[in-house]
């Protein structure tokens, strides 16, 4: 059974420090997506990272994907409280497949 | 934005009773799922479907059944619900050959 943990489960911060998550697995992953979700709203799609090593940007968002393809973490630079939200990872192992996703992490962001 | 809408938004109904969940589509996408999301669980795969009459279960498919006869329509049913299936239901599509998946807005079912 592929398993995906993220840590940590809970971030409370205040605005403008900057935080990491993580998404680890033993298993290798085709490719690794990170959502947010809102209260009451679906989870919406922020990035997709497809090759080992790959780094993306969105704003002040910095996605990594590990060398290994089993790791990624999502890095934001002077946290907002506009960020704050439910954060997931998923992996899939094949194009259209199965989503693993990981438990989340609960984002908390204090003017 | 995928067009994905979901039906009823919110449910209570009680032991034993058999409930559907509606997941519609605009977008003709080949793939569709169903999730359940529960505290400290993230979400987890229910059934999901490749086409029209196509499906296969997810990881927690036990008490769930789907059906999938035209290709905007997704099913979830619950043939006698328990409270253990207390929980919010998303609907997701997939475009054919995508690995994004984009979820529509969930379905809040209590079960008392």
């Known amino acids: 059974t592929q398993l995906l943990e993220q840590s940590p489960q809970f971030l409370s911060i205040q605005e403008g420090e900057n935080l990491t998550v993580y998404c680890n697995s033993s298993?290798?992953?085709?490719?690794l997506q990170w959502y947010r979700q809102e209260p009451g709203e679906g989870p919406v799609l922020l990035v997709t990272?497809?090759?080992?090593?790959e780094v993306k940007k969105l704003k002040r968002l910095t996605f990594q994907f590990g060398d290994a393809r089993k790791d990624s973490s999502l890095h934001i630079t002077a946290a907002q409280p506009g960020d704050t939200g439910l954060y997931l990872c998923a992996g899939t192992y094949n194009q259209g497949g199965k989503l693993i996703f990981g438990q989340g992490t609960e984002l908390s962001v204090k003017p | 934005d995928a067009g994905i809408t979901q039906s009823p938004r919110h449910k209570v109904t009680e032991t034993g009773t058999p409930v559907t969940l509606r997941c519609h589509q605009t977008e003709n996408h080949r793939y569709m799922y169903w999730y359940r999301q529960d505290p400290g669980h993230g979400l987890r795969l229910i059934h999901y479907s490749y086409g029209v009459k196509d499906t296969d279960k997810g990881e927690v498919s036990d008490g769930y059944s789907v059906s999938r006869s035209k290709t905007e329509d997704f099913l979830l049913t619950l043939e006698s619900a328990t409270s253990s299936q207390t929980s919010v239901y998303f609907c997701?599509?997939?475009?054919?050959?995508?690995?994004?998946?984009?979820f529509g807005p969930g379905t809040r079912l209590t079960v008392t």
């Open positions: 997701a599509i997939s475009f054919s050959g995508s690995y994004e998946q984009y």
């Open positions: 298993s290798v992953f085709s490719s």
């Open positions: 990272v497809v090759t080992g090593g």
